[in-house]
T-cell receptor, first 115, second 114 residues
Framework: AQSVTQLDSHVSVSEGTPVLLRCNYS??????LFWYVQHPNKGLQLLLK??????LVKGINGFEAEFKKSETSFHLTKPSAHMSDAAEYFC?????????????FGQGTILTVHP | DAGVIQSPRHEVTEMGQEVTLRCKPI?????LFWYRQTMMRGLELLIY????????DSGMPEDRFSAKMPNASFSTLKIQPSEPRDSAVYFC????????????FGSGTRLTVV
């Protein structure tokens, strides 16, 4: 079994300030973890993924996330927010290393960026 | 690479009508997933296929929903008869090598049943 909890449903930051979107996961297996972003009326775009290599994962648009097994966390960060980062972000877990490809999504965090 | 292609982008239909949503996965991807997104329930996996074979359909809400994948380049999700509570955005996604490579999502079909 696996589950994902995104700790904040809404996060609001000012442009140029750091972004932190929190995610905790639970999995009976070694997990693969992903962050997806969804802009209004758009599909989901993969930001970054952790599968088993380096625990600090760098993604697109300056985002990165750190896998912390002891804390069962996979928080998403960015040093400086841009207006174009305003969107909904989903933390996702799946079972690593098998052909069972089911993804489990968190409930999403809406990021608002103020000028 | 054109990505995952879904059609139509928007669909408005009357309650009781049949609705068919279509998806063309990325060539070479061997997994295909259908998700539904609503405000109340977030993203839910409805069904997924591996090499055109349905693997897990436990998320399909009821018998009114059916999905097929007749070949590696095409899948349909059908709702018959449709109901207002089926209104949602339906996403198709495809991937290669299971969960290791990440998933590519289509732009979704926004279904409104009136």
């Amino acid at each position: 079994a696996q589950s994902v909890t995104q700790l904040d449903s809404h996060v609001s930051v000012s442009e140029g300030t750091p972004v932190l979107l929190r995610c905790n996961y639970s999995s009976s297996y070694s997990p693969s973890l992903f962050w997806y972003v969804q802009h209004p009326n758009k599909g989901l775009q993969l930001l970054l993924k952790y599968t088993s290599a380096a625990t600090l994962v760098k993604g697109i648009n300056g985002f990165e996330a750190e896998f912390k097994k002891s804390e069962t966390s996979f928080h998403l960060t960015k040093p400086s927010a841009h207006m174009s980062d305003a969107a909904e972000y989903f933390c996702v877990v799946s079972r690593r290393g098998t052909s069972y490809g089911k993804l489990t999504f968190g409930q999403g965090t809406i990021l608002t960026v103020h000028p | 690479d054109a990505g995952v292609i879904q059609s139509p982008r928007h669909e408005v239909t009357e309650m009781g009508q049949e609705v068919t949503l279509r998806c063309k996965p990325i060539s070479g991807h061997d997994y295909l997933f259908w998700y539904r997104q609503t405000m109340m329930r977030g993203l839910e996996l409805l069904i997924y296929f591996n090499n055109n074979v349905p693997i897990d359909d436990s998320g399909m809400p009821e018998d009114r929903f059916s999905a097929k994948m007749p070949n590696a380049s095409f899948s349909t999700l059908k709702i018959q008869p449709s109901e207002p509570r089926d209104s949602a955005v339906y996403f198709c996604a495809s991937s290669r090598e299971g969960s290791l490579s990440g998933y590519t999502f289509g732009s979704g079909t926004r279904l409104t049943v009136v």
